[in-house]
């Protein structure tokens, strides 16, 4: 996060944590919110955590008491059942306050399931249907673009959101309009809901494709702090005129082994005592 937009004071120890504390903190969150219903997609958020952490707490600048303020970067979750995942990664930015996780999912609570934009504060849109995220960056990058603004907008998709059409017309609108501005991030953990991405139509090299398509394309480690900052920082500071993708090849719900193991675990139900024996077994592992 902007230490020149950040709402916390400068004094304040939150503001040293490092970037592996705070992947770890969206975690525990995660699992916290998955304990509350007793089932939910951890396992994307535990994959994509290190992703929110360099996302929010390296490359993003924002207010985190003031989430619409105007010179923020736009970070879109095309992924709308991800929604556990941004919240707390907005928990850990301290932009929704810590106590609202036992609301998780319930009745007028401002973290539903699904994410809804008009309900939480820092979620700029309605993700659901999925595929329709890169096109709604596409429209915000180049609105931001005509009225002079460096802001850069992030688009946070899912590996199966690379078969769906609407997808490659956002990727060849965005080089269209030379959206330098735009930054698209794909959480690919070869999983979907029916079996593996790579089964469907997500079949070869993901990067080359993107850059045929004239975008600036890189494919990390999702789970490596140090070269998803490292991937970050390039597509930021690219030259090009073109839009930049990075492809974050991540493990489905990983720091939690026994779950890592699972065959499927697109959507996580675990029993009631596992909650806590995953959280245990992620607090043996507490980063500095």
């Not at 969206?26 to 994959?47: C, D, T």
């Not at 973290?111 to 659901?128: F, K």
Request: hydrophobic letters at 45%; aromatic letters at 8%.
């Amino acid at each position: 996060m902007s230490q020149e937009t950040a709402a916390l004071p400068s004094s304040n120890p939150r503001l040293n944590v490092s970037l592996a504390r705070r992947a770890w903190g969206i975690r525990r969150k995660a699992l916290q919110m998955g304990e509350v219903q007793g089932q939910g997609y951890v396992g994307q958020a535990l994959g994509v955590a290190d992703v929110l952490a360099v996302s929010y707490f390296h490359a993003l600048t924002l207010r985190a008491r003031d989430p619409e303020w105007e010179g923020r970067d736009r970070f879109l979750l095309s992924i709308g059942h991800y929604a556990i995942a941004l919240y707390a990664a907005l928990i850990e930015a301290d932009v929704l306050p810590e106590n609202e996780i036992a609301t998780y999912g319930m009745d007028d609570s401002r973290m539903p399931m699904s994410g809804m934009a008009s309900y939480t504060p820092g979620m700029e849109i309605t993700g659901g249907s999925l595929g329709h995220g890169l096109g709604i960056a596409v429209g915000m990058a180049l609105g931001l673009k005509r009225k002079g603004g460096d802001q850069f907008v992030y688009n946070l998709m899912s590996d199966g959101e690379l078969g769906e059409g609407s997808t490659w017309e956002a990727v060849m609108s965005a080089t269209q309009w030379q959206l330098d501005n735009l930054i698209c991030l794909v959480d690919f953990n070869n999983q979907q809901a029916d079996g593996p991405t790579r089964a469907a139509l997500a079949v070869g090299a993901e990067a080359p494709k993107w850059e045929a398509f004239g975008w600036f394309a890189q494919e990390v480690d999702g789970n490596d702090i140090d070269a998803l900052v490292a991937a970050f920082d390039a597509a930021r500071s690219h030259a090009g005129k073109g839009p930049r993708v990075i492809i974050c090849n991540t493990l489905m719900c990983k720091g939690v082994p026994f779950l890592e193991a699972r065959e499927s675990n697109h959507f996580v139900r675990v029993e009631a005592d596992e909650w806590t024996k995953a959280l245990e077994i992620l607090d043996q592992g507490v980063p500095a």
